[in-house]
C-alpha cells in the first residue's frame, strides 16, 4: 500500500497562506489554504505576523485536509513540506510541525523546493489536462521569483534566466500601490486591465541579458509617470485607471513573452509551462494561447489553484520523491534562500 498506493501529506507555509493538501498517486484529495488577511493593511506581507498565524493555522488546516480527504493521519504515508526558499519565521513553522508529526508518525519526511513545487505542480491529475513533456521550458512568476527554467527530468532543473532585482509580482504590487490600490494590487490591476486600452500609455522594457529580467526601473517609470500626469490633474488616476493597467500589464506580459521567445531560440524548446501566483494573470495566460498557434508552442497553464501558493503542488512532489525514497532527515533545517 505504502509503494502503490501512497497518501501523501503536503505542507506549504513559505509566506503567508498556511496550506495542507492530501494527494493519492497524483490524484488531489484535499487542498486547504488559510490565507492571512492582517498583511492588506499593511501594504505587503509583515513576516513575524505571519509567522505568528502560521502557528495559529497550522493544526487546524492541517487537521481540515485529512478530514477532507477522508482519511486518518495513521493512513499517511509521507509527510512533504516546503524547506525553502521563502520568510525564514513562516517556513520555521511548517519545518517544525512536520519533522515532528513524521516523527510522532513514524513515517518517511520529505523537503521540498518551493521554485521546483510550481514547476511540478503540471504533474498534478488534472481531468483534460496534458502534462508537459521532457525537456521543457518552465517560467515561474511569482511576487518573490522571476526564473525561466529548462526542465530535464523530475529532479533535473537548470535556471537559464532570472531577475537581476525585483520580482514580476513585486512590479504588480508596487505598481499598484503607486496607483492607490489595496495590497494586493495584481489581480485588481489584471481585473481593471480588461476594460482598458493597452496601447494608450507606453512604458519602458528594461534591457538586460537575452534570458534575464528587470523591473525596478519599470516600477520608477511608473512611479514618475503618475506624478508628473498627477500634477497636471489631480483626478487623473481616478480617470484613467483602466488605462494606465492595461497598458502596464501589456507591457509586462509582453516583455515576459519577449523573454520566452528569446529562451526557446536559444534552447530549440518548444514546450513552455508557467507556474506561481502572476501565472493566474489573464495576460499571460491569454498570451500563452495564442502562442500556440502563432509559433506552433505546445503551452501549459495550471488551474487557478495550482497557482498561487498551495500545499498540492508540495504533495505532488513530496509524493514523486517518496517515490524514489529520497527521504529528508530529522536534521533537516529550513533555508529561506536556495537554488536547484
Known sequence: MKENNCFILGIESSCDDTAAAVINNGIVLSNVVATQKIHEEY??????????????NIVPVVHQALRKANIDKNDVSAIAFTRGPGLMGSLLVGTSFSKSFAMGLKIPLVDV????????????????????????LAMTISGGHTQIVKVTDYFSMEVIGQTIDDAVGEAFDKAGKILGLPYPAGPLIDRYAKEGDPKRFKFPKPKVDPMDFSFSGLKTAVLYFVEREVAKDPDFISENIEDICASLQFTIVSYLMDKLKNAVKHTGIKEIAIGGGVSANSGIRNALILARQK??????????????????????????????EMFATNEVTAKARMKF
Open 43 to 56: 501594504g505587503g506581507v509583515v513576516p513575524e505576523l505571519a509567522s505568528r498565524a502560521h502557528q495559529q
Open 295 to 324: 509559433y506552433g508552442w505546445t503551452t501549459h497553464i495550471p488551474k487557478f489553484e495550482y497557482c498561487t501558493d498551495n500545499a498540492a503542488m508540495i504533495a505532488m512532489v513530496g509524493e514523486l520523491k517518496f517515490k524514489k
Open 113 to 136: 523546493d518551493h521554485m521546483q513545487a510550481h514547476i511540478l505542480a503540471h504533474f498534478i491529475k488534472v481531468e483534460g489536462q496534458t502534462v508537459p513533456k521532457f525537456p521543457f
